[in-house]
């Protein structure tokens, strides 16, 4: 609070005397210890002049003094008891000086009995409510917002006249009681102490209306209600704040002093009626100071920025930036409250100038081993006219890149140097990058104007570390193993190196590809045992050489693997027995010319294979005595016949063949012979036994399915082709009665003399189901002038036809048109055509039921009809001969 005190006495004496009048002015401070507060006294010398007066304080280190005359605590105070204050005014306009004393004491907090009472107006009780008189109206209470207590703190004693004759009980209601935000304000309700809960906020809630009340114990109202009002003291706890952080304005080139540029403003919540919310604004700093320091000020009042110096000039700063301070109580930098915004102000104009870097320094990190990743760009300012060939800047690295990781190509919308990384590099080789970067416009400066400092910049690149897959050094790893080693041996320790040599991390082991599944490698140590044998012959094995793979994972964010191949070179050991080769072989009956040259295979590689030396066995006896073994070289022998004759057959010869290996192996090894009849160049004639020996029960199988379907296809086409030839004879039998059909000349498909030449069967014109077989005609009965050439053929039994009718009235008819025909030929003899079923009516064509012999007739016509009918024109026309 501040406390007035006047002045009341005159002091009448010269300047020179200095006189003393002290006032005591006891200031009750109530409140805790460790509070932080301030207080104000204003002193006031009355009738002391009109003059100017200087005010100063005998204690400077904790209170202050105004020019008004109002006393500050300079700091946080903790009086342990009274403390006296010199205070000493100079009029400047008379030279006069004046002095008082201030003291000050500590009291304690106010007891509840001390608090003031709000008395209910009096009234009748018996008669109805009467109207407030406007002298009781309650005068508000001040509550000093932020108090920091303690709390409940009491503010007032609420009480009425009432109480002393029967029991009341108060309640106050209202916004911050019994109505949101409720909790603020509580009330005894038998001493009517009406105290505030918590601290208050005037930002948030400025003043606040209630209503006391009070009761019998039976709930009547004894009492109308009184308001109470409530306002909250504002205290200095807002800083200003400025509408926007950062404020963007511009002015010429040239501009004169007195030029505004723009207008920056803030807000202070606190109260702007007092001290605690009237701002003053203040240029703390100019960046670039160029021409000059002070080149802007601004009103600090208003807020607005003019310039105060000559010298803008675009071509050599284009932007000025300010940092600009608000400050609150009137600006006061020991008790005022500030915040700062920058003011950017560009200066806009024109040309022919190098491009010049914003900044000398760019800073960029980038992940280790990626490529086409923008580092950091690089800006230039260039005074030249944006977009042309002198404001077009062109960057080059000058330093710091030998290996040429990076390059900067430039953005053609902003003219900016994008640094960008082309080669893959590694944070465990270089952290940090330097780079030193020139630019400059894409046609040469003007003559006589160099390039400034401003057109090279450095540019740190940073090199972030991140998790790499391990890998296996070497890899492939080779080693030599001799084969057969047992399981669980140690082969060798397969281990991966991590590139993160900054991180701390593990690396697990795990098996990849493993074909045979001969391998086991420990997840930790990487150390591969075996968990079976290893062998060369296996045939998971190329060329001794047998691969399998390992993966190796770290346990990093996010974890990464590798693989490497493990080629284990096997060895050999003589672990395999020879056998012979060829198994199966064939030799003639007689030792000559015959022999059979005979090897042996083995698993095993040289020294452990050939040369072989082989023998018969001697079980069975009879091996020995036929066969007899001859070794031709280190790796063949010959195998002869002992005796002079075997019979043929195929035999199991056991021969024992023993390798050359470091403790040889031997084996019992089975040759098939087989022994036929040769011809005289040696080669077997026995083709049965020779296929027996040569092909396995499935091949003779399958060859003997091939020629059953063969000849089932024979079979079909047999068939087949026996219908089509009787339905080409039907359809020839089938010819209109009418027709002469001996006047025709019939294809018999045969190049014979002529119809003597066939034997005929004449049962196959009767109906084969009516005759006997004891009546039926013998074989080979034919006319006497018939030349007989072979035997008759014997015709099987066909089947009846249902339908024979067609065919007998065919013969009959061609019977009659016979004897009616001159021209027959002088005997009888039959066509046959193909049997077209039983049940024929036609009889017998003989020529002794014919009515004619034609004996005589001519056959020389024959010679009209073509050669080849000449042959039977020469047998049967002509002379006698």
């Given at each position: 609070?501040?406390?007035?005190?006047?002045?009341?006495?005159?002091?009448?004496?010269?300047?020179?005397?200095?006189?003393?009048?002290?006032?005591?002015?006891?200031?009750?401070?109530?409140?805790?210890?460790?509070?932080?507060?301030?207080?104000?006294?204003?002193?006031?010398?009355?009738?002391?002049?009109?003059?100017?007066?200087?005010?100063?304080?005998?204690?400077?280190?904790?209170?202050?003094?105004?020019?008004?005359?109002?006393?500050?605590?300079?700091?946080?105070?903790?009086?342990?008891?009274?403390?006296?204050?010199?205070?000493?005014?100079?009029?400047?306009?008379?030279?006069?000086?004046?002095?008082?004393?201030?003291?000050?004491?500590?009291?304690?907090?106010?007891?509840?009995?001390?608090?003031?009472?709000?008395?209910?107006?009096?009234?009748?009780?018996?008669?109805?409510?009467?109207?407030?008189?406007?002298?009781?109206?309650?005068?508000?209470?001040?509550?000093?917002?932020?108090?920091?207590?303690?709390?409940?703190?009491?503010?007032?004693?609420?009480?009425?006249?009432?109480?002393?004759?029967?029991?009341?009980?108060?309640?106050?209601?209202?916004?911050?009681?019994?109505?949101?935000?409720?909790?603020?304000?509580?009330?005894?309700?038998?001493?009517?102490?009406?105290?505030?809960?918590?601290?208050?906020?005037?930002?948030?809630?400025?003043?606040?209306?209630?209503?006391?009340?009070?009761?019998?114990?039976?709930?009547?109202?004894?009492?109308?209600?009184?308001?109470?009002?409530?306002?909250?003291?504002?205290?200095?706890?807002?800083?200003?704040?400025?509408?926007?952080?950062?404020?963007?304005?511009?002015?010429?080139e040239g501009s004169k002093p007195g030029t505004f540029v723009?207008?920056?403003?803030?807000?202070?919540?606190?109260?702007?009626?007092?001290?605690?919310?009237?701002?003053?604004?203040?240029?703390?700093?100019?960046?670039?100071?160029?021409?000059?320091?002070?080149?802007?000020?601004?009103?600090?009042?208003?807020?607005?920025?003019?310039?105060?110096?000559?010298?803008?000039?675009?071509?050599?700063?284009?932007?000025?930036?300010?940092?600009?301070?608000?400050?609150?109580?009137?600006?006061?930098?020991?008790?005022?409250?500030?915040?700062?915004?920058?003011?950017?102000?560009?200066?806009?104009?024109?040309?022919?100038?190098?491009?010049?870097?914003?900044?000398?320094?760019?800073?960029?990190?980038?992940?280790?081993?990626?490529?086409?990743?923008?580092?950091?760009?690089?800006?230039?300012?260039?005074?030249?006219?944006?977009?042309?060939?002198?404001?077009?800047?062109?960057?080059?690295?000058?330093?710091?890149?030998?290996?040429?990781?990076?390059?900067?190509?430039?953005?053609?919308?902003?003219?900016?140097?994008?640094?960008?990384?082309?080669?893959?590099?590694?944070?465990?080789?270089?952290?940090?990058?330097?780079?030193?970067?020139?630019?400059?416009?894409?046609?040469?400066?003007?003559?006589?104007?160099?390039?400034?400092?401003?057109?090279?910049?450095?540019?740190?690149?940073?090199?972030?570390?991140?998790?790499?897959?391990?890998?296996?050094?070497?890899?492939?790893?080779?080693?030599?193993?001799?084969?057969?080693?047992?399981?669980?041996?140690?082969?060798?320790?397969?281990?991966?190196?991590?590139?993160?040599?900054?991180?701390?991390?593990?690396?697990?082991?795990?098996?990849?590809?493993?074909?045979?599944?001969?391998?086991?490698?420990?997840?930790?140590?990487?150390?591969?045992?075996?968990?079976?044998?290893?062998?060369?012959?296996?045939?998971?094995?190329?060329?001794?050489?047998?691969?399998?793979?390992?993966?190796?994972?770290?346990?990093?964010?996010?974890?990464?693997?590798?693989?490497?191949?493990?080629?284990?070179?096997?060895?050999?050991?003589?672990?395999?027995?020879?056998?012979?080769?060829?198994?199966?072989?064939?030799?003639?009956?007689?030792?000559?010319?015959?022999?059979?040259?005979?090897?042996?295979?083995?698993?095993?590689?040289?020294?452990?294979?050939?040369?072989?030396?082989?023998?018969?066995?001697?079980?069975?006896?009879?091996?020995?005595?036929?066969?007899?073994?001859?070794?031709?070289?280190?790796?063949?022998?010959?195998?002869?016949?002992?005796?002079?004759?075997?019979?043929?057959?195929?035999?199991?010869?056991?021969?024992?063949?023993?390798?050359?290996?470091?403790?040889?192996?031997?084996?019992?090894?089975?040759?098939?012979?087989k022994v036929c009849q040769c011809d005289p160049h040696g080669?077997?004639?026995?083709?049965?036994?020779?296929?027996?020996?040569?092909?396995?029960?499935?091949?003779?199988?399958?060859?003997?399915?091939?020629?059953?379907?063969?000849?089932?296809?024979?079979?079909?086409?047999?068939?087949?082709?026996?219908?089509?030839?009787?339905?080409?004879?039907?359809?020839?039998?089938?010819?209109?009665?009418?027709?002469?059909?001996?006047?025709?000349?019939?294809?018999?498909?045969?190049?014979?003399?002529?119809?003597?030449?066939?034997?005929?069967?004449?049962?196959?014109?009767?109906?084969?189901?009516?005759?006997?077989?004891?009546?039926?005609?013998?074989?080979?009965?034919?006319?006497?002038?018939?030349?007989?050439?072979?035997?008759?053929?014997?015709?099987?039994?066909?089947?009846?036809?249902?339908?024979?009718?067609?065919?007998?009235?065919?013969?009959?008819?061609?019977?009659?048109?016979?004897?009616?025909?001159?021209?027959?030929?002088?005997?009888?003899?039959?066509?046959?055509?193909?049997?077209?079923?039983?049940?024929?009516?036609?009889?017998?064509?003989?020529?002794?039921?014919?009515?004619?012999?034609?004996?005589?007739?001519?056959?020389?016509?024959?010679?009209?009809?073509?050669?080849?009918?000449?042959?039977?024109?020469?047998?049967?026309?002509?002379?006698?001969?």
């Amino acid at each position: 609070m501040c406390l007035l005190a006047g002045c009341l006495a005159r002091i009448l004496d010269p300047p020179t005397h200095t006189h003393t009048l002290t006032f005591f002015f006891f200031l009750f401070l109530a409140i805790a210890r460790y509070f932080s507060f301030f207080f104000c006294l204003a002193v006031d010398f009355a009738n002391c002049g009109r003059g100017q007066l200087k005010f100063e304080s005998g204690s400077t280190s904790d209170f202050r003094i105004d020019a008004s005359g109002v006393v500050y605590a300079a700091r946080d105070l903790e009086l342990t008891g009274p403390a006296s204050l010199t205070v000493q005014v100079n009029d400047i306009a008379t030279k006069r000086q004046w002095t008082t004393q201030v003291k000050t004491q500590e009291v304690p907090p106010a007891k509840s009995q001390d608090l003031t009472e709000i008395m209910f107006p009096s009234r009748n009780a018996d008669s109805q409510l009467k109207r407030m008189k406007r002298d009781w109206v309650i005068p508000p209470i001040n509550v000093a917002e932020n108090s920091r207590g303690p709390f409940p703190q009491e503010l007032v004693r609420i009480r009425s006249d009432h109480d002393k004759n029967r029991s009341l009980r108060y309640s106050v209601t209202g916004p911050g009681a019994d109505q949101p935000p409720t909790g603020i304000f509580i009330i005894d309700p038998i001493s009517g102490e009406l105290s505030v809960n918590k601290p208050l906020d005037r930002e948030h809630i400025p003043n606040f209306h209630l209503r006391a009340h009070a009761v019998d114990l039976n709930g009547n109202q004894v009492e109308n209600p009184i308001d109470i009002i409530i306002n909250v003291i504002d205290m200095n706890d807002n800083r200003p704040e400025f509408t926007h952080q950062i404020w963007n304005g511009s002015v010429p080139e040239g501009s004169k002093p007195g030029t505004f540029v723009m207008t920056v403003t803030s807000v202070d919540k606190d109260d702007p009626k007092t001290f605690n919310g009237m701002l003053r604004y203040k240029i703390l700093s100019q960046n670039p100071e160029s021409p000059s320091s002070n080149m802007f000020t601004i009103n600090n009042k208003t807020g607005g920025i003019i310039t105060v110096a000559a010298g803008l000039d675009r071509e050599k700063v284009s932007q000025y930036t300010l940092i600009i301070q608000a400050t609150d109580m009137e600006g006061n930098p020991m008790y005022g409250l500030s915040n700062t915004a920058t003011a950017v102000i560009k200066v806009t104009d024109i040309n022919d100038n190098p491009p010049e870097f914003t900044a000398e320094t760019f800073f960029g990190s980038v992940p280790e081993n990626r490529v086409n990743v923008i580092v950091a760009n690089l800006t230039v300012t260039d005074k030249d006219q944006p977009n042309t060939l002198a404001w077009n800047a062109v960057y080059k690295i000058t330093g710091g890149d030998p290996t040429g990781s990076f390059s900067v190509p430039t953005d053609p919308t902003t003219n900016e140097g994008l640094v960008t990384v082309v080669k893959p590099i590694d944070y465990e080789t270089s952290r940090t990058y330097v780079l030193t970067v020139e630019a400059r416009n894409e046609v040469p400066l003007a003559r006589g104007i160099h390039s400034p400092r401003q057109s090279t910049a450095t540019v740190s690149i940073q090199v972030i570390d991140v998790n790499e897959s391990p890998y296996f050094q070497p890899d492939p790893k080779l080693i030599k193993l001799e084969e057969g080693m047992l399981p669980e041996s140690t082969l060798t320790t397969f281990t991966a190196q991590d590139p993160d040599r900054f991180m701390q991390q593990s690396i697990r082991y795990s098996k990849l590809a493993d074909p045979a599944n001969w391998l086991r490698i420990d997840p930790n140590t990487g150390r591969i045992t075996t968990v079976a044998v290893l062998d060369r012959e296996s045939p998971f094995v190329k060329n001794s050489l047998y691969n399998a793979t390992f993966m190796a994972s770290d346990n990093g964010e996010p974890p990464a693997t590798g693989t490497g191949t493990l080629q284990i070179y096997l060895l050999d050991i003589n672990d395999n027995a020879p056998k012979v080769f060829p198994q199966e072989a064939e030799i003639c009956e007689k030792p000559e010319p015959n022999a059979v040259n005979i090897t042996a295979v083995d698993g095993d590689l040289n020294p452990n294979a050939g040369p072989f030396a082989f023998e018969l066995a001697h079980r069975p006896t009879d091996v020995r005595r036929n066969w007899t073994i001859t070794r031709i070289s280190g790796d063949y022998a010959q195998l002869r016949l002992k005796i002079g004759y075997l019979e043929s057959g195929i035999y199991d010869l056991p021969i024992i063949i023993t390798d050359s290996g470091n403790l040889p192996m031997s084996n019992t090894s089975y040759l098939r012979i087989k022994v036929c009849q040769c011809d005289p160049h040696g080669d077997c004639t026995d083709q049965q036994h020779i296929m027996a020996a040569g092909l396995g029960t499935g091949a003779i199988i399958s060859i003997l399915l091939c020629i059953i379907i063969l000849l089932i296809l024979v079979l079909m086409f047999v068939v087949w082709m026996k219908r089509r030839d009787k339905e080409r004879q039907a359809k020839q039998l089938l010819i209109d009665p009418e027709d002469d059909v001996r006047d025709n000349i019939l294809k018999y498909d045969e190049e014979g003399g002529g119809e003597e030449d066939q034997d005929y069967d004449l049962s196959q014109l009767q109906q084969p189901d009516t005759l006997e077989h004891d009546t039926i005609k013998p074989v080979g009965i034919r006319r006497m002038d018939e030349r007989p050439l072979h035997p008759e053929p014997q015709y099987p039994m066909r089947s009846a036809a249902p339908h024979p009718g067609d065919i007998g009235d065919f013969i009959n008819e061609g019977l009659k048109a016979a004897d009616n025909d001159p021209t027959a030929p002088p005997y009888d003899s039959l066509l046959v055509f193909d049997y077209e079923g039983s049940g024929s009516t036609a009889g017998s064509l003989s020529s002794l039921n014919s009515s004619s012999s034609g004996g005589d007739q001519d056959y020389d016509y024959l010679n009209d009809w073509g050669p080849r009918f000449r042959k039977l024109a020469d047998m049967y026309g002509g002379s006698d001969d």
